[in-house]
């Protein structure tokens, strides 16, 4: 596992850098991270260059990756060069991932700016794109040298980021901490202590991925509510309805999952409405029809845990507990979304 540091980037980077000789340092950065934290990177920081991208999901595909792959080929990154991903969990994936492949792997570290990826999308070395419409089709497993937190990043994020990354938040206290879940539900989301939250689900997922770094197992429950919110995420991106955040799908994913838990015995009715009431009262409701329904479950098919064409779901069994690999049907799904409430 890499190190993580929480903690302001003027004392975690340059401690860091002192650390090891790197031949060249690159930056990649969206639109956004150009505006709003790069003028706080670039006075720690030697000669380098600066990658910038257009930000957003839909930018995460294979000819982005050649823009970036082509930006280093031609400023004569050699081996021993590193790679700073400055931005979201699309910068963190698509960079990271650049870097893995570039000259069979140069060294990159993580510099996560919105909760989503400082809580989940850079700890734990899953990198990849994009590719035909299915999120993190193609990818790769790969530690960074480091994940350097800064929370004050978090000051620059609209409050519809704060809420998709929530979502990360509430997953890993479903599956593992019972007793912070029943913390975080009662607050609002402008009352939770970030920091503290940060901190938290990082432990969590370290904890989780050291005993399987490559997803072979119990690391499986980290995808708790992305079977089907993968699905409702990448349906949505198709349609001239507005786009779905990360989290916002995920939040359909975890009721409807947490639906089908119950339905197959593993959770009580008093964990279901737990679930299902704050989520709503978080997120509100995604409207969906009928006519979405099969689109949406024909999506799972793709699912990197299934079997076959079995689609296997990590689902909760117990207050702060989790399982995977559990078989479930296209009728379950289909009934999960429905209790979800917003099929017309």
């Known amino acids: 596992m890499s190190t993580v540091t929480i903690a302001p980037l003027t004392e975690s980077l340059p401690a860091f850098l002192d650390s090891s000789d790197f031949s060249a340092i690159a930056v990649i950065a969206d639109n956004h991270t150009f505006k709003y934290c ?101 990818g790769v497993f790969q530690q960074p040298d480091a994940v350097l937190i800064d929370p004050s990043f978090l000051s620059t994020l609209p409050e519809r980021e704060l809420r998709s990354g929530f979502a990360e938040v509430i997953k890993h206290c479903l599956i593992a901490d019972a007793a912070m879940w029943n913390e975080i539900r009662r607050r609002d989301l402008d009352e939770q202590d970030w920091s503290a939250l940060v901190a938290h689900s990082v432990a969590v997922k370290q904890r989780v991925v050291e005993q399987d770094p490559t997803e072979k197992g119990v690391r499986k429950i980290l995808n708790f509510g992305h079977t089907l919110g993968h699905a409702v995420e990448t349906y949505f991106l198709t ?33 279901l409405t737990q679930i299902e009431e704050y989520i709503f009262a978080v997120y509100g409701k995604v409207r969906l029809v009928e006519a979405d329904i099969e689109p949406i479950l024909s999506l799972t098919l793709q699912d990197k845990k299934n079997r076959g064409n079995q689609v296997r779901m990590a689902l909760l069994d117990g207050p702060g507990s989790c399982t995977f690999d559990v078989p479930v049907t296209a009728a379950e799904m289909r009934r999960g979304l429905v209790f979800y409430g917003g099929v017309a």
């Open 38 to 138: 790069y003028p706080d990177l670039k006075p720690l920081l030697p000669k380098h260059t600066l990658v910038r991208i257009k930000a957003g999901e839909e930018q995460k595909h294979i000819a982005t990756c050649e823009m970036i792959w082509d930006a280093l080929t031609r400023a004569n990154f050699d081996r021993h060069a590193l790679v700073l991903n400055l931005g979201g969990g699309v910068i963190g994936d698509m960079g990271g991932f650049c870097a893995a492949t570039y000259k069979r792997g140069i060294s990159f570290v993580q510099l996560p700016t919105t909760l989503l990826s400082q809580v989940d999308a850079s700890v734990g070395g899953k990198l990849g794109i994009d590719f035909r419409g299915f999120k993190n089709h193609i």
């Open 239 to 271: 349609q001239p309805r507005k786009r779905l955040l990360h989290g916002e799908a995920i939040a359909v994913g975890m009721v409807a999952e947490a639906f089908i838990a119950f339905q197959k015995k593993m959770i009580d009715e008093t964990w």
